[in-house]
C-alpha cells in the first residue's frame, strides 16, 4: 500500500502516532495466534515423542509376541578346538533339542589345473584374437578375450579381470626355467570340474583341457552324523539335521568326533525380555513427562489429555492382569519374578519369597517352565499377543496417535487462515487510520495557515 508522509502540514508526528496506533492494534492479536501455534506444535511434538517411545516397545514385543520368536534355538560345539575348529554350526526354531557326534571325514574343493609349459610369463604366446571359454557345475560359465601377441600374464591378469567370471583364478608359476599357468576354480562338488577351451585364438593348446594337469579334482564335502554319512557339494551342510546350518572346515581325522548340542536359546529369550522392560519402562518415562503437572513450573503438554491417559491406563491392564490359558503357577508376569514399581515401571521382584528373588524366579522359570514361559507371553492371550495388538492401534500408520496429530495440524492451518484474515484487516485498519489523520493533518494546516494570516493583520493594525 503507497505510504505518505503524515505531518508534513502540521508539523506533528502523526506518522510515529499511527505506526504506534496500529502497532496496539496488531500485537495482542499476533500473539495470541503465535500462541496458539507454538502450542500446537508443541503438542505435535510431544505426539511424535510418544509414538516413538511406543514403537520401541513395539519393536521390543515383535521379538516376544510369537511361540516362534520364543523358540530361538542355540548350537553348542564342544570337542575341537575354539581357534580352528573342524565346523561351525547355527540352529534355527526348526531344531529339535538334541545332541549329535559330527565326523568330518571330507572337505569341498574347487579343481585346480596346471598348463603346459611356457618358456616364460612375458613373451607373446597367443597368435590372433579369440577367446578363452572356463566352465564348470553346468551353469557357470565365461568368456575371456584373449588379444593377438598377449603373454602369459596378460592372459592371466585378463581372467581374473573378467566380468562374468564365476570365481577362477589364474595365476603365473615361474620354476626359473619354465612358466606355468594354474587355474583355481571355487566351484566345489564332485563332478563339477573346471573346463577350458580356446576359439579362434592359436599358441594356447597348452592352457586348454586336453592338455591341463588336473592337480586337484574338485570334490565333495562328507559328514557323519551318528555314523549316518551325508554329502554336499559344498561345504555347508543346510538340514542335514532339520533346522540346523553346517560349515565344515577340516577333516576331524582320528580325533574324536565333536558333539554338537541343540537347546533352547535361554540367553536370547533373557535378552528380548530385558528389552521389552526397558523399552516398556521408558514408554512409561515419556508418558509421566508430557502428563506431569507442575503448580510452580510448565506442566507437561500432553497433561489432561483423555488419549494419553487411555494408554497408561491399558498398559497397566495388560501387564497386570492374569493370562486365560496359562499354566497354573505361571499366569502372569508376578508369578515369573517381574512387578511394578511405585511409578508404574516393570523390575525384577527385590523380596524373597517362595521361589526365591525375582532374578531367580525367572531364571528358574526359563530352565524349568520354559513352555509356559512362552505361553505366558506369546499364547493366544499372551501378554506380548495383547500389548503388540494394543500399541498397534496407536503406533500404526493412521492410527490414534497419527489421528490426534492431525486435530493439532487443523488448529496450525486455522491458524494460518485467521492471520491471514487478520493481516487484511490489520491493512484496512492502518489506512482507515491514515486517512483519519490525514485529513486532521490538513486541518491543523489550514487553521495553522489561518493564525499566522490573523497575526500578521492584527500586527499591521
Request: charged share 25%; glycine share 8%; proline share 2%.
Amino acid at each position: 500500500m503507497a505510504m505518505t508522509s503524515l505531518g508534513v502540514g502540521s508539523g506533528l508526528e502523526l506518522d510515529q502516532m499511527v505506526r504506534q496506533l496500529v502497532q496496539l492494534e496488531r500485537q495482542p492479536r499476533i500473539e495470541r495466534l503465535d500462541e496458539r501455534t507454538k502450542t500446537a506444535d508443541t503438542n505435535i511434538s510431544a505426539l511424535g515423542s510418544l509414538k516413538s517411545a511406543m514403537t520401541k516397545v513395539q519393536d521390543a514385543l515383535n521379538d516376544l509376541n510369537t511361540p516362534r520368536d520364543l523358540s530361538a534355538r542355540t548350537a553348542a560345539v564342544t570337542g575341537q578346538p575354539e581357534d580352528n575348529p573342524f565346523f561351525t554350526a547355527t540352529a534355527n526354531s526348526n531344531a529339535a533339542r538334541s545332541n549329535y557326534n559330527i565326523d568330518v571325514l571330507s572337505v569341498a574343493a574347487g579343481s585346480r589345473l596346471q598348463s603346459g609349459a611356457f618358456d616364460n610369463s612375458t613373451d607373446p604366446v597367443a597368435t590372433g584374437n579369440g577367446t578363452l571359454t572356463f566352465a564348470a557345475g553346468g551353469d557357470n560359465t565365461f568368456d575371456v578375450d584373449i588379444e593377438d601377441g598377449a603373454s602369459l600374464s596378460e592372459i592371466a591378469r585378463a581372467v581374473n579381470r573378467a566380468g562374468e567370471n564365476f570365481g577362477v583364478s589364474a595365476s603365473v608359476v615361474n620354476t626359473g626355467t619354465e612358466s606355468f599357468l594354474v587355474f583355481d576354480s571355487e566351484i566345489t562338488g564332485e563332478g563339477n570340474d573346471l573346463t577350458v577351451e580356446a576359439n579362434g585364438v592359436g599358441g594356447l593348446d597348452n592352457m586348454t583341457t586336453a592338455n591341463l594337469t588336473t592337480q586337484r579334482a574338485a570334490a565333495s564335502a562328507q559328514i557323519e552324523v551318528d555314523g549316518i554319512a551325508i554329502t554336499s557339494e559344498t561345504n555347508t551342510f543346510e538340514n542335514a539335521i532339520e533346522g540346523v546350518s553346517l560349515t565344515v572346515n577340516r577333516i576331524t581325522g582320528a580325533e574324536d568326533a565333536p558333539n554338537l548340542a541343540v537347546d533352547i536359546d535361554r540367553e536370547g529369550v533373557r535378552e528380548n525380555i530385558d528389552a521389552f522392560m526397558k523399552a516398556y519402562n521408558e514408554m512409561i518415562d515419556q508418558v509421566d513427562k508430557l502428563t506431569a503437572y507442575a503448580p510452580e513450573g510448565k506442566s507437561g503438554p500432553l497433561i489432561g489429555d483423555s488419549m494419553v491417559r487411555s494408554i497408561r491406563s491399558q498398559m497397566s491392564s495388560l501387564i497386570s492382569s492374569p493370562v486365560d490359558g496359562a499354566a497354573d503357577g505361571m499366569s502372569n508376569l508376578f508369578q515369573m519374578g517381574i512387578v511394578t514399581d511405585n511409578d508404574g515401571k516393570l523390575e525384577f521382584d527385590s523380596r524373597n519369597i517362595g521361589g526365591g528373588t525375582g532374578e531367580q524366579r525367572f531364571e528358574q522359570a526359563l530352565n524349568q517352565n520354559f513352555d509356559d514361559v512362552v505361553a505366558l507371553f506369546a499364547g493366544d492371550n499372551g501378554i506380548a499377543t495383547r500389548m503388540t495388538e494394543t500399541v498397534k492401534q496407536y503406533t500404526q500408520t493412521q492410527g490414534l496417535i497419527d489421528g490426534r496429530q492431525n486435530v493439532f495440524e487443523n488448529q496450525k492451518k486455522m491458524v494460518d487462515n485467521e492471520r491471514e484474515q487478520f493481516e487484511r484487516y490489520m491493512e484496512n485498519f492502518e489506512s482507515n487510520m491514515r486517512s483519519r489523520f490525514g485529513a486532521l493533518d490538513q486541518n491543523i494546516a489550514r487553521m495553522q495557515n489561518s493564525s499566522s494570516f490573523l497575526m500578521q493583520r492584527l500586527g499591521q493594525m
